[in-house]
């Protein structure tokens, strides 16, 4: 689960991460007057109005400006709120902003020189240990700099029996090439940052930049992150995070039914029981001359329900030109699973695409003769190959 930055940061508040003081704003006069208070708490005399959507470079797109008076305030938070903010990460279509985060300057004037860097936590799937990986490159996209200079990003792998060692956070701070405070200081923040990857049961916790200021201090001066959403039994606090407005419309609806959903680009839509098998459904549809559409999994008790949900889903796909429905009939009989088929068929009715369906295991040829029997535009297959005939010929 996606969260936006304030929210990640008053995470990494809870877990005494520095961040800069700062407060959400949906309105510009709500920016203006939560200006006013964020100056009140710190004495700064310039924010930084921040587009809060689900999505990185939002500075390259304008989502981003630095306020000098209560004035530009007001103007930004009137730019801001309400575009439709587009970046590399949105795609052309972008995402319309919201609600802006009004926070401290932090670019102040003092006797050291102002440094940024960049730093996550996540896991390496291939050791099963989790990684700080972090670079003196902040404020980059990370993409480019282990494209450009590979040298300058470096990895600290951390044991989860051990948990990171104070000998590794100091580690970091020298590779960053701090020393006095600051080292200091950053082997505080690596600590504490940490702590708050493991103990919000975190998949992702990016800060780019983590800032060194003029007077020394480090601070994360943004904050993606991600929840394992297999752990939010245990937060519900943050489980109320979710913002649904940010996410495909069409997942949000699987959700509700149960159904694990993602949108691909495709014609031909998909439905199938089991992660393995949607794969290899996936693959069969490249095979036939087709383009997957989805990745639709129904689990292991497909039913009329769950497969009117799932047509209805991916009938809104205006680009779907077929639908192939692969179910291998294990904890479900496939007989009862092509009644589901027939009875969602004529429950949504006009259905302007073909559907083919393959079924195989126990019932396999009951199943068949349902679907071959109803009179519908639904083709009936025991064998991959039988679909991807099905499939080719009817796209």
Do not use: W
């Given at each position: 689960m996606n969260i936006h930055e304030y929210q990640g940061k008053s995470i990494l508040k809870s877990y005494k991460v520095p961040v800069p003081a700062g407060i959400v704003a949906d309105t510009p006069e709500k920016a203006i007057e939560a200006a006013r208070q964020v100056a009140e708490k710190t004495g700064c005399d310039t924010w930084a109005i921040k587009a809060q959507i689900h999505a990185g470079g939002r500075g390259k797109g304008g989502g981003v400006k630095i306020a000098k008076s209560l004035g530009e305030v007001e103007t930004h938070a009137k730019s801001i709120i309400g575009m439709q903010l587009v970046t590399h990460q949105t795609g052309s279509e972008g995402k319309k902003v919201h609600r802006v985060l009004v926070e401290q300057g932090i670019f102040y004037p003092g006797p050291a020189e102002i440094q940024e860097f960049y730093m996550s936590v996540l896991l390496n799937r291939d050791s099963g240990k989790n990684i700080v990986m972090y670079s003196t490159e902040g404020g980059m996209d990370i993409e480019t700099v282990a494209e450009k200079t590979p040298e300058l990003i470096f990895k600290e792998e951390v044991d989860p029996g051990t948990g990171l060692l104070p000998f590794q956070a100091r580690?970091?701070?020298?590779?960053?090439?701090?020393?006095?405070?600051?080292?200091?200081?950053?082997?505080?923040?690596?600590?504490?940052?940490?702590?708050?990857?493991?103990?919000?049961?975190?998949?992702?916790?990016?800060?780019?930049?983590?800032?060194?200021?003029?007077?020394?201090?480090?601070?994360?001066?943004?904050?993606?992150?991600?929840?394992?959403?297999?752990?939010?039994?245990?937060?519900?606090?943050?489980?109320?995070?979710?913002?649904?407005?940010?996410?495909?419309?069409?997942?949000?609806?699987?959700?509700?039914?149960?159904?694990?959903?993602?949108?691909?680009?495709?014609?031909?839509?998909?439905?199938?029981?089991?992660?393995?098998?949607?794969?290899?459904?996936?693959?069969?549809?490249?095979?036939?001359?087709?383009?997957?559409?989805?990745?639709?999994?129904?689990?292991?008790?497909?039913?009329?329900?769950?497969?009117?949900?799932?047509?209805?889903?991916?009938?809104?796909?205006?680009?779907?030109?077929?639908?192939?429905?692969?179910?291998?009939?294990?904890?479900?009989?496939?007989?009862?699973?092509?009644?589901?088929?027939?009875?969602?068929?004529?429950?949504?009715?006009?259905?302007?695409?073909?559907?083919?369906?393959?079924?195989?295991?126990?019932?396999?040829?009951?199943?068949?003769?349902?679907?071959?029997?109803?009179?519908l535009k639904v083709f009936s297959a025991i064998t991959l190959q039988e679909a991807a005939d099905q499939v080719k010929s009817n796209i």
């Open positions: 580690r970091i701070a020298f590779n960053l090439g701090l020393s006095g405070n600051a080292f200091k200081n950053m082997v505080k923040f690596v600590q504490s940052l940490y702590k708050a990857y493991e103990g919000a049961d975190a998949s992702l916790f990016e800060i780019n930049p983590v800032m060194k200021t003029s007077d020394e201090k480090i601070i994360a001066a943004d904050a993606k992150v991600n929840i394992d959403d297999n752990a939010l039994f245990r937060h519900h606090d943050y489980a109320d995070m979710r913002d649904l407005s940010e996410e495909d419309p069409a997942e949000v609806e699987a959700g509700k039914h149960g159904l694990n959903f993602v949108k691909l680009d495709g014609n031909v839509g998909c439905m199938v029981n089991g992660a393995g098998l949607a794969m290899a459904t996936m693959d069969i549809i490249k095979l036939s001359g087709g383009d997957p559409a989805n990745f639709l999994d129904v689990g292991g008790t497909a039913n009329a329900q769950t497969t009117e949900a799932g047509f209805r889903i991916i009938l809104k796909d205006k680009g779907v030109k077929a639908i192939l429905i692969n179910i291998f009939g294990g904890i479900v009989r496939c007989d009862r699973v092509a009644q589901g088929v027939v009875d969602a068929y004529k429950s949504i009715g006009n259905i302007s695409v073909p559907v083919i369906v393959r079924l195989q295991g126990t019932n396999a040829e009951e199943g068949k003769k349902l679907i071959d029997n109803s009179g």
